[in-house]
């Protein structure tokens, strides 16, 4: 009888002898998203709900009425400070 440990290296084979530090990519798949560090928080001051898509992240956030507050990725701070309908909340 074999382990499971040695069939799940022997499934991996190539990735097993890969050296530390590289990453392999798949054309057209994007990487995994990062987890927010401290978001900044917003509050959206406008008649009616919107969506607005990041370039940056292409994280979508929903306010779906006025005075909704939501938080938003730090590195989306550009998209938030163009925009005059959110204001950040301390």
């Excluded at 590289?22 to 927010?36: F, L, N, Y």
């Excluded at 928080?41 to 292409?58: D, F, K, M």
């Excluded at 979508?60 to 005059?84: H, I, K, N, S, W």
């Amino acid at each position: 009888m074999s382990c499971c440990g040695q069939r799940r290296m022997a499934a991996m084979g190539s990735l097993a002898h890969r050296p530390t530090g590289m990453a392999s990519t798949t054309p057209g798949v994007s990487p995994v998203a990062r987890p927010m560090a401290r978001p900044l928080r917003l509050i959206y001051e406008c008649v009616s709900a919107t969506v607005l898509t990041s370039q940056r992240t292409g994280r979508r956030y929903r306010f779906d009425r006025p005075g909704a507050r939501l938080e938003v990725d730090t590195r989306d701070q550009a998209m938030a400070d163009a925009r005059l309908e959110l204001r950040r909340v301390r």
